[in-house]
């Protein structure tokens, strides 16, 4: 479950008690590792039984995991730094990049093996992206990360046949349509209270965003906030009606207060995901986490995002028709690696676009406290943990892509698996994922804000009062109107 609510450490500290565990830091035992992990929707069962495995394998150091799902732990004992932080190290979700400076690079981690019987470093071991996406401004790799969950639309496979699936976003406005011709309900999804991933909707949307764009320009000019001209941070840039726009204009069109479920105003991610996991919509939002976070087995399936359609104007081809692209689409799923439907460019253009999904790897950081006297042990436990024996470990239990290969991940046994792990897979080998990179403009990375800068998006197209009601356009002028109120502070302080 997504975290978006920032806290500050003076609330935390004014509202919670100083923690009583035992010392780590610079102040316990060096050979004992103090290991917090934030227990959300991939659980801890698999952490605790990789800590047991480690404490069985070696004498020389002892690994103690805690667990809570309170985000307020990260941010608190962060901030009582070296005299007081009691942990070693983190698994967990992080809002804020404050205290940054004072975590442990772990290149030499990254570079070494995780066993010296097999026959890859722990870096060449990982899924396409994690590992560009870790590096910062100097080069440096100050995390890893323990989830590889893919986001995006999650259909109940009883209401939307798997080839009924849309390749593109005009193909999934017609099958809304359809579904509410037919009496059901195509969307549930549940409530943001205060903007914030927009009831997971910018999973989505920033997808659309970014094959609209091209990943080049999603990494290197939005999310370094760089104009044309090389400056950043460029408030021209953040306002630049790119493929953010356009994906806010399919958002316009398929969501509708016709085409939700009434539960959508619910905060309750809980309650929500419930309903729509019983079959009261045919679609919401969601993550690769969602069966094991509710306990359920219900028969769904997640979809590659569809392509959206106004990709055209970007192409060579500016004319082609969305049956056309659609075409296209199929066959980049069937691995096809050109088409006589189009030109090369268009092609390529087209198959990055399909394998663009989100992954919000990036609420799934595992990072260290440089200050802490337990390096050794932290970094050992760190290669113990990417060992193939551990890494099967985390996918036996959860039935999920972890971050890292196996060095033969035919040991895998998916045989079992349902649809929706099986598709978890699927997704995760396919294409190269949107993560969130260390490497930003520190505008996004001091102030907690998205690409949109958390204004409100879903709820906007769905209100039921229609004074609350917003366009695509109006969207899109509450998003420049809080860039151009803020951008003096974000900028000059």
Same mark, same amino acid.
């Given at each position: 479950?997504?975290?978006?609510?920032?806290?500050?450490?003076?609330?935390?500290?004014?509202?919670?008690?100083?923690?009583?565990?035992?010392?780590?830091?610079?102040?316990?035992?060096?050979?004992?590792?103090?290991?917090?992990?934030?227990?959300?929707?991939?659980?801890?069962?698999?952490?605790?039984?990789?800590?047991?495995?480690?404490?069985?394998?070696? +004498?020389?150091?002892?690994?103690? @995991?805690? *667990? /809570?799902? %309170?985000?307020?732990?990260? =941010?608190?004992? $962060?901030?009582?730094?070296?005299?007081?932080?009691?942990?070693?190290?983190?698994?967990?979700?992080?809002?804020?990049?404050?205290?940054?400076?004072?975590?442990?690079?772990?290149?030499?981690?990254?570079?070494?093996?995780?066993?010296?019987?097999?026959?890859?470093?722990?870096?060449?071991?990982?899924?396409?992206?994690?590992?560009?996406?870790?590096?910062?401004?100097?080069?440096?790799?100050?995390?890893?990360?323990?989830?590889?969950?893919?986001?995006?639309?999650?259909?109940?496979?009883?209401?939307?046949?798997?080839?009924?699936?849309?390749?593109? +976003?005009?193909?999934?406005?017609? @099958?809304? *349509? /359809?579904? %509410?011709?037919?009496?059901? =309900?195509?969307? $549930?999804?549940?409530?943001?209270?205060?903007?914030?991933?927009?009831?997971?909707?910018?999973?989505?949307?920033?997808?659309?965003?970014?094959?609209?764009?091209?990943?080049?320009?999603?990494?290197?000019?939005?999310?370094?906030?760089?104009?044309?001209?090389?400056?950043?941070?460029?408030?021209?840039?953040?306002?630049?009606?790119?493929?953010?726009?356009?994906?806010?204009?399919?958002?316009?069109?398929?969501?509708?207060?016709?085409?939700?479920?009434?539960?959508?105003?619910?905060?309750?991610?809980?309650?929500?995901?419930?309903?729509?996991?019983?079959?009261?919509?045919?679609?919401?939002?969601?993550?690769?986490?969602?069966?094991?976070?509710?306990?359920?087995?219900?028969?769904?399936?997640?979809?590659?995002?569809?392509?959206?359609?106004?990709?055209?104007?970007?192409?060579?081809?500016?004319?082609?028709?969305?049956?056309?692209?659609?075409?296209?689409?199929?066959?980049?799923?069937?691995?096809?690696?050109?088409?006589?439907?189009?030109?090369?460019?268009?092609?390529?253009?087209?198959?990055?676009?399909?394998?663009?999904?989100?992954?919000?790897?990036?609420?799934?950081?595992?990072?260290?406290?440089?200050?802490?006297?337990?390096?050794?042990?932290?970094?050992?436990?760190?290669?113990?943990?990417?060992?193939?024996?551990?890494?099967?470990?985390?996918?036996?239990?959860?039935?999920?892509?972890?971050?890292?290969?196996?060095?033969?991940?035919?040991?895998?046994?998916?045989?079992?698996?349902?649809?929706?792990?099986?598709?978890?897979?699927?997704?995760?080998?396919?294409?190269?994922?949107?993560?969130?990179?260390?490497?930003?403009?520190?505008?996004?990375?001091?102030?907690?804000?998205?690409?949109?800068?958390?204004?409100?998006?879903?709820?906007?197209?769905?209100?039921?009062?229609?004074?609350?009601?917003?366009?695509?356009?109006?969207?899109?002028?509450?998003?420049?109107?809080?860039?151009?109120?803020?951008?003096?502070?974000?900028?000059?302080?």
């Amino acid at each position: 479950m997504k975290q978006t609510k920032t806290l500050t450490l003076l609330s935390l500290l004014a509202a919670l008690p100083l923690f009583g565990c035992a010392k780590g830091g610079n102040q316990g035992d060096p050979h004992t590792i103090q290991i917090f992990a934030w227990d959300s929707g991939l659980g801890t069962e698999w952490l605790k039984e990789i800590v047991t495995d480690f404490n069985d394998s070696q +004498t020389e150091y002892r690994a103690v @995991l805690e *667990t /809570n799902n %309170s985000v307020s732990t990260i =941010t608190k004992t $962060l901030g009582l730094g070296a005299t007081g932080n009691p942990y070693d190290l983190y698994f967990c979700y992080l809002g804020s990049f404050e205290h940054y400076d004072d975590f442990l690079s772990l290149d030499d981690v990254y570079d070494s093996k995780a066993d010296e019987k097999e026959s890859m470093t722990i870096k060449e071991k990982l899924y396409d992206g994690f590992y560009d996406a870790a590096e910062d401004e100097e080069g440096n790799h100050k995390f890893m990360y323990y989830g590889n969950s893919a986001t995006g639309i999650v259909y109940n496979r009883s209401m939307i046949k798997d080839e009924e699936v849309p390749v593109t +976003t005009d193909e999934l406005e017609a @099958l809304v *349509t /359809n579904l %509410s011709a037919e009496g059901k =309900t195509p969307w $549930l999804f549940f409530n943001e209270p205060s903007g914030g991933s927009n009831g997971y909707w910018n999973y989505v949307s920033d997808a659309w965003a970014t094959q609209y764009d091209g990943l080049d320009y999603h990494y290197n000019k939005l999310m370094m906030l760089e104009d044309d001209n090389g400056v950043s941070p460029s408030k021209a840039a953040f306002e630049k009606k790119d493929g953010r726009y356009q994906a806010l204009k399919v958002m316009e069109k398929v969501l509708t207060p016709s085409t939700v479920h009434k539960q959508c105003t619910n905060t309750n991610f809980t309650t929500v995901q419930t309903l729509f996991l019983n079959g009261e919509a045919a679609m919401s939002i969601n993550g690769a986490w969602l069966l094991n976070e509710n306990k359920s087995s219900a028969d769904v399936s997640m979809m590659k995002t569809p392509v959206i359609s106004s990709i055209v104007e970007t192409l060579e081809d500016k004319d082609m028709d969305d049956e056309t692209l659609a075409k296209i689409v199929r066959e980049v799923d069937e691995g096809k690696t050109e088409s006589n439907l189009c030109s090369a460019k268009d092609f390529a253009r087209i198959q990055e676009a399909r394998g663009v999904i989100v992954n919000n790897a990036a609420e799934q950081y595992i990072f260290a406290p440089s200050y802490s006297n337990a390096i050794e042990g932290t970094k050992a436990f760190l290669r113990f943990y990417s060992r193939d024996e551990e890494i099967l470990r985390y996918i036996n239990t959860l039935h999920l892509p972890a971050t890292s290969h196996l060095t033969d991940d035919s040991k895998i046994d998916m045989s079992s698996y349902p649809v929706w792990n099986k598709q978890a897979f699927a997704i995760a080998n396919a294409g190269k994922p949107v993560l969130l990179p260390v490497r930003r403009s520190p505008v996004f990375r001091q102030y907690s804000m998205n690409i949109m800068n958390n204004v409100v998006t879903s709820q906007s197209f769905i209100a039921s009062n229609p004074k609350d009601r917003r366009n695509a356009d109006q969207v899109w002028d509450t998003f420049i109107t809080s860039v151009e109120e803020h951008w003096k502070d974000w900028t000059e302080q």
